[in-house]
């Protein structure tokens, strides 16, 4: 996959356009548009402001803590960063094989994050999109407008986010800030009471689930060609999968595979994937770009996150989500399965699996017995690596003879999916940018681009004197020549540019 | 007796991030002058889920950090409305009243809002001192909030819209 736009031959000759979310705190995103001479795009490139801070933070502090520290990290994820350590430090304590009752009360942990974290994407944010279209006035293009035209829907969406959270408060034992996985398993098993109140709503979680998945094929069929087409591009892929090939959130081997779906490694013992993954950076942001070394720096770029594990995977272990798993693979001869809007539909098959998961795994007596910790060998260093609902997570640690933490690499989801998120906008901008106006339509459709892989942000935005979007546009002088804003309330205007 | 609840977010581990989180363990041991069914709500940031605890509210008040507000907080009333955003990371509090209103097809109750003025929001460190002050006037503002809790006396009360 070669890149043509990214790097201009004579940058200094480029007009710039930049897309800038406004915020005055670490942790807002960016897009920078360098237009030639013609205004025309040569380059495209996302600037999200990584946090790295984290690996400092954590450094000197003892590894037994490093479960609960992590879940400051985001407050939209931190169940996934919170399991990713503990698995670490499983290695760390010497658990190679965790009590049955610690693993499927992890699992059920990550179910609850999937289920709540992609029924918050879908409902929240993608769906005013896909159901209104790009172009409708941003009054339309919100939750509140999906509430006003389909309000069960609405109703569905916040109470499956609720549900979700519900298995994450009774699973860690507080709404927030609990915990549940502790070095070598897990502090808790569930009750009888849990379990059961847990049952109550599952069936209906379920039905909601399929029904989302109807609704997004439905929405995704009738512009089949558009939403195919949308920013389109091919690249590799990247997950975890499980030894009989189905596809697991919380343990695996790594799989890869290239654009034409061929394998390029399977089953790779995850606490060396830096024999298969390099990170490189560039002068230009402050993320690192992660690249398949089978490949190389240039062609190695891959995507990660649902698209990537549904296509990965062979099969799922629910029966409701292989079918639609299968479903989508076979849609139009597969013409969907590089589209970035089928993150839409596969993370919906994917709600529906953690809900099949969750139902599942609540009928299963092990949940309430009382094994829930080992230990063994220990050692020096940890790896853990989960399917965060964003994509593959990996957190990776290295203690000293006194048990504090000496060094920690964590390469996140959307580090992962760095390239790829830039090559969409890109694409997106040569689709539907001339370079002569900054036009609000053009800014839907860039923020239709990057809400397709929802990059975290670490939660360092804050949500209070944030202005959503700002485009300047910057000739080659360097000269200002445009801001387009669009501020909190929805409103657009033009003015010059705020201090980001 | 008024039902009321407080909703209250941020991250405890970013600096003035905490404001929110902190203003809520000050004010737990607070009681209002005459009986009220008071619940404080706290959380890494607001989201859709939180539209359920609305249901069933008289008066809602929001409390966040915020980099706008002047010294040291503001409080205004929150009206349902959108929320054009890029991400999922953040909602405001007037989408949580509008998706209050829609999911569950009744008025969300009144909203307000109090921001306390921020400085710094590193990872790992404390609050700062300006924020520290801040949250001790905004305390003590809640304090008379509680004196008389109803939308009418706190629309007399907003002040420095956030």
């Known amino acids: 996959m070669t890149i043509p736009s990214e790097t201009a031959a004579h940058p200094e000759t480029l007009r710039r356009v930049v897309i800038d979310p406004v915020s005055r705190v670490e942790g807002h995103g960016k897009v920078t548009l360098l237009l030639d001479a013609d205004n025309r795009i040569q380059q495209a490139r996302l600037h999200i402001v990584e946090f790295r801070g984290f690996e400092k933070f954590v450094q000197g502090r003892p590894y037994w803590e490093v479960p609960v520290l992590v879940q400051r990290l985001c407050g939209i994820c931190p169940v996934s960063h919170h399991l990713a350590a503990s698995k670490a430090m499983d290695m760390i304590v010497g658990a190679t094989e965790l009590t049955p009752t610690a693993d499927k009360m992890r699992r059920l942990l990550h179910y609850g994050q999937i289920l709540q974290s992609h029924a918050l994407h879908f409902f929240y944010l993608s769906s005013p999109d896909l159901l209104f279209g790009f172009d409708a006035e941003v009054a339309r293009r919100n939750v509140v407008a999906v509430a006003a035209a389909y309000p069960e829907l609405a109703k569905q969406g916040v109470l499956l986010r609720k549900y979700g959270q519900e298995v994450i408060r009774v699973t860690s034992g507080k709404r927030v800030h609990g915990s549940c996985a502790v070095p070598g398993g897990v502090n808790k098993h569930l009750t009888a009471d849990e379990r059961d109140y847990l049952l109550a709503d599952i069936d209906q979680t379920v039905d909601w689930s399929r029904a989302a998945v109807a609704l997004i094929k439905k929405m995704y069929s009738e512009r089949k060609d558009f939403h195919n087409g949308f920013g389109y591009f091919q690249s590799a892929y990247l997950g975890l999968i499980r030894a009989d090939g189905a596809l697991d959130f919380y343990h695996g081997g790594l799989r890869a595979r290239n654009a034409h779906g061929e394998i390029l490694f399977d089953h790779v013992d995850y606490a060396t994937y830096w024999d298969h993954i390099f990170e490189v950076t560039k002068p230009w942001s402050y993320m690192k770009f992660p690249y398949l070394r089978a490949l190389g720096p240039e062609e190695g770029w891959y995507r990660v996150g649902p698209l990537a594990r549904i296509n990965n995977c062979d099969f799922m272990t629910t029966p409701l989500a292989d079918a639609e798993r299968i479903a989508f693979r076979e849609f139009d001869h597969g013409s969907a399965t590089h589209a970035n809007l089928a993150y839409h539909w596969t993370r919906m098959i994917e709600m529906l699996h953690a809900a099949e998961g969750i139902r599942d795994l609540l009928r299963d007596p092990d949940l309430l017995k009382n094994d829930l910790v080992v230990t063994g060998e220990r050692a020096l260093r940890g790896v853990g690596v989960i399917e965060a609902p964003r994509g593959t997570l990996i957190h990776h640690y290295r203690i000293n003879e006194d048990e504090q933490i000496v060094r920690a690499n964590l390469i996140v989801s959307t580090t992962h999916n760095n390239e790829a998120m830039n090559e969409a906008v890109r694409q997106v901008a040569l689709q539907y940018l001339d370079g002569a106006e900054v036009t609000e339509p053009l800014l839907n459709h860039i923020e239709v681009a990057i809400r397709a892989y929802d990059p975290c942000l670490s939660c360092a935005t804050h949500a209070l004197g944030q202005m959503p979007l700002e485009v300047e546009l910057i000739d080659a002088a360097g000269h200002q020549v445009d801001v387009l804003r669009r501020d909190a309330d929805g409103t657009v205007s033009h003015g010059p540019a705020t201090d980001g | ?162």
Request: aromatic share 8%.
């Open chain 2, 1 to 162: 007796m008024t039902r009321l609840v407080v909703l209250a977010w941020g991250n405890p581990s970013r600096g003035d991030d905490a404001l929110g989180p902190e203003f809520l363990r000050c004010v737990e041991r607070l009681v209002p002058a005459v009986p009220h069914e008071v619940e404080l709500v706290t959380d890494f940031q607001l989201q859709p889920e939180h539209a359920t605890d609305l249901v069933g509210r008289d008066l809602a008040l929001f409390v966040d950090a915020s980099v706008v507000v002047p010294v040291p907080f503001g409080f205004d009333a929150v009206v349902p409305a959108r929320d054009p955003t890029f991400t999922s990371h953040a909602m405001s509090p007037g989408a949580v009243l509008a998706a209050c209103a829609e999911a569950f097809a009744q008025p969300p109750p009144p909203g307000f809002l109090l921001a306390i003025r921020g400085e710094r929001f590193v990872l790992g460190d404390p609050i700062s001192a300006a924020g520290r002050r801040n949250l001790r006037d905004a305390v003590e503002f809640y304090r008379q909030l509680l004196s008389d809790i109803s939308m009418q006396a706190w629309r007399a009360a907003t002040r420095n819209k956030p």
